[in-house]
């Protein structure tokens, strides 16, 4: 079955040039205000290892959604009032953490976003105008129905943004299937420079390796965040712990873990095993297969 045409054109919104000049501006203040840190990263989900945004999507859709629900049933419009207004609230934070998240996006990403984003604003400027009416006694179911059709086409771009451009989504989820069980040689021990970031080749998957003396930390060579080549990237000292920053957004992982210590990335590294047997260093890769 064939995408429906009114949704086919939803796809030509990642090639509209037009919309760059709009969403480049957007991007550099939203990175100007919410500068890198322990709020961006929280805003990002770092601590809870996926993106916030999702989450608190919940709030005000579901808020929205009862709400409509209740408009139908005679008698529920200060149940309405109040359900309507939480989803304005909540709307604030919710945003924040989706601009947090798409300034970190590619073109295509941001091209989609800023439309997602200019939806979900004239719902809400709806839905606070609905809440005004109520407030003043008046129906406003109109307008609060209105609010949930755009708010509904907003979502779906932001699904788009999700499923089919990926923003968000763990760049390296397949390597634990791509690579076989046990252990692997990747080359001399002797071959690898000291101290420097090394791209090596485990069959088609791309590793990133570290070598200090004669401890060795490997790691999937692309980005959680948006698959950038953290080989090309920066190492930095993070308490003794060194880390590998991404080249594209500044993702920073620890080396010798895999953990996310800097978003936007959200989800670990794939971390290799390593041993040195005779003068070969080997990987494994736990749980792969």
């Keep these: 079955m064939k995408t429906l045409r009114p949704l086919q054109t939803i796809e030509k919104l990642e090639n509209a040039e037009a919309l760059d000049p709009i969403a480049n501006r957007a991007r550099d203040l939203v990175q100007a205000v919410i500068k ?3 709020l961006r990263d929280i805003l990002h989900g770092v601590p809870i290892g996926h993106p916030l945004h999702p989450l608190m999507i919940l709030v005000p859709m579901g808020t929205w959604l009862s709400a409509a629900v209740l408009d139908a049933i005679p008698g529920s419009q200060k149940a309405s009032a109040i359900l309507i207004g939480t989803g304005v609230v909540s709307a604030a934070p919710t945003a924040l953490s989706g601009w947090t998240d798409w300034s970190e996006g590619h073109e295509q990403q941001l091209r989609v976003g800023i439309v997602h984003a200019a939806a979900n604003g004239i719902a809400v400027g709806l839905y606070s105008l609905s809440l005004l009416q109520r407030l003043r006694g008046k129906s406003g179911k109109a307008l609060s129905y209105a ?7 907003g979502g779906f771009l ?3 943004m999700s499923y089919r451009q990926a923003l968000g989504a763990n760049h390296v989820e397949d390597v634990p299937h791509r690579v076989e069980p046990g252990w692997h040689g990747i080359g001399a021990l002797a071959d690898l420079p000291e101290g420097k ?5 485990l069959g088609e998957v791309p590793l990133v390796v570290l070598r200090r003396g004669s401890e060795v930390s490997v ?3 692309a980005c959680s965040h948006l698959s950038g080549p953290l080989n090309e ?3 930095k000292d993070d308490g003794g712990d060194p880390c590998v920053v991404c080249p ?3 993702s920073a992982f620890s080396l010798r873990t895999g953990e996310v210590t800097q978003g936007p990335a959200t989800s670990p590294q794939p971390v290799f095993e390593t041993r040195v047997v005779g003068g070969t260093v ?5 749980h792969a297969g």
């Design 233 to 235: 990237g920066e190492l």
């Design 248 to 250: 594209w957004h500044d």
């Design 197 to 201: 970031l090394e791209k090596k080749l």
């Design 219 to 221: 790691l999937a060579n």
């Design 158 to 160: 932001g699904g788009h």
């Design 36 to 38: 890198p840190g322990a």
């Design 147 to 153: 609010g949930l059709g755009v708010v509904s086409a």
């Design 282 to 286: 080997e990987v494994l890769l736990p």
